[in-house]
């Protein structure tokens, strides 16, 4: 069991006569002990399933020239990026996402093989309101794949979000999965202008947090008619699982072809999702439109369904256009990013630190300073077999460190004293049946492996 560590100071400090209160930036947040034990475990879980896929690790700078950054564009990103000037004058921002820079670096690498397969997991930064569950830093866990045009490779991305979400929730999540052609066909059938499409898909893709009557005004505000307005309203509320839905869409697009291939496309991965037997975590829903400009086929958005609400924890969709903005073909591609804070606010709030297993196996407890070098040479010893352990570091007394060593989790707590050491042994404290026994010093990495099963 892992002992939460008390929350790190972000209040004030004290020298002398003189207090300052230091704080970190608003919409950032301090991590440390159990809370960062959990989120390197959600990291590699992740990271873990990931590679399973045959997915390959990117990695790409923090901040991009500002030129790069808008070239996605879109009405939100001058509001949202944390944009400066550098010391050559140059104007720069901070990464809002991981797409953008992969699609910079495939512009600028045309000849990688197809379909390129990578996966990122880094900090990104969107100058966003903050509120629960919404930081201005936070950081993503993204798999995209590159050159395949195929409704398939949409399938593969979104189950691989799904094992790895099977792996860290157990259930309680569903990924609501549209398509921008779809949504197209809806704005065709509406009688929607080209032009105002997008408009439309912002108004739509808000429905859950402003309501019927809220889009209905964006709608008005964006020049869309009252009969379109309607039309657009009433046909967004068809959403569920399987075919039966898919049908259902594709009377909805009758009359337009693009609407029909977004709803085929559709129904390619729902036929995939049935085979894995995943159709129950899938919901195809006409309502939901992504915000971002730069998607083009399937769009997804994962929401955990449990306790506390946190907001979506994943979403990504069909984006064929954006490689071309920064300068190459247009390429076929398709992504989905997992929300890593968001995750990590869940699994503290399950307190999934108390399942966990101690980050030490072996706490060594030297009595008195001058036994400290023969703990630090037993700890070596172990170290180099794989064995995690720890070493008291403050000359405390053994009744303390006992008590610590119950506090950090250890299986085993090595005493090193000095009438043991004179017959070449230490005491070996087993820290849940409270037995001890007399180890040989130079046995001691041997028994260690076979009690822990090294």
């Known amino acids: 069991m892992l002992v939460r560590l008390p929350a790190p100071v972000t209040g004030t400090i004290s020298g002398d006569d003189t207090m300052s209160e230091m704080r970190t930036v608003r919409g950032m947040r301090d991590l440390m002990g159990s809370e960062m034990r959990v989120k390197d475990y959600l990291v590699q879980t992740v990271t873990d399933v990931f590679q399973l896929f045959g997915y390959e690790s990117l990695d790409s700078p923090v901040m991009e020239l500002w030129e790069t950054l808008s070239a996605k564009g879109g009405e939100d990103v001058e509001a949202e990026v944390f944009k400066f000037t550098d010391k050559g004058d140059r104007e720069v921002g901070m990464r809002f996402d991981l797409t953008v820079p992969l699609a910079r670096i495939v512009s600028s690498n045309p000849h990688l093989p197809k379909p390129f397969k990578r996966y990122a997991i880094g900090k990104a930064w969107r100058y966003d309101r903050p509120q629960a569950g919404r930081y201005r830093e936070f950081m993503q866990a993204d798999v995209d794949v590159i ?40 704005t065709e059938r509406a009688g929607v202008a080209d032009d105002l499409a997008f408009d439309c898909f912002r108004a739509i893709d808000k429905l859950d947090k402003i309501g019927r009557n809220g889009v209905l005004d964006e709608l008005e505000e964006r020049g869309i008619d009252d009969s379109a307005s309607d039309f657009l309203l009433d046909s967004i509320t068809l959403r569920g ?95 989905i990013s997992l929300g890593i804070d968001r995750l990590l606010d869940i699994l503290l709030a399950k307190n999934i630190e108390e399942k966990m297993d101690s980050p030490i196996s072996v706490f060594i407890a030297p009595i008195k300073q001058p036994m400290v070098k023969h703990g630090m040479k037993i700890m070596r010893s172990l170290v180099e077999v794989g064995i995690p352990c720890e070493i008291d570091l403050m000359d405390r007394p053994l009744g303390k460190l006992l008590s610590l060593s119950d506090d950090r989790g250890a299986q085993y707590t090595i005493i090193v004293g000095k009438r043991d050491l004179q017959k070449n042994e230490v005491s070996l404290r087993d820290m849940t049946t409270k037995e001890t ?11 260690m492996k076979s009690l822990l099963g090294k």
């Open 147 to 186: 050159g395949s045009d195929s409704p398939v490779a949409d399938t593969e991305v979104v189950m691989v979000a799904l094992e790895a979400l099977r792996r860290l929730l157990g259930s309680d999540y569903q990924v609501r999965i549209n398509s921008r052609k779809v949504l197209k066909g809806l």
């Open 241 to 335: 699982s399987g075919r039966t839905i898919l049908e259902d869409f594709m009377s909805v697009m009758e009359g337009s072809n693009v609407g029909a291939q977004g709803v085929q496309e559709l129904m390619v991965m729902a036929d995939i999702f049935d085979e894995c037997e995943v159709a129950n975590q899938i919901k195809f829903d006409l309502s939901l439109a992504r915000g971002l400009d730069y998607y083009t086929g399937p769009v997804f958005e994962v929401a955990y369904l449990g306790e506390p609400e946190v907001g979506s924890i994943g979403g990504g969709g069909r984006y064929d256009h954006l490689i071309g903005k920064f300068g190459g073909p247009d390429t076929p591609a398709t992504g």
């Open 437 to 447: 026994e007399q180890v040989d010093i130079d046995n001691i990495v041997t028994r």
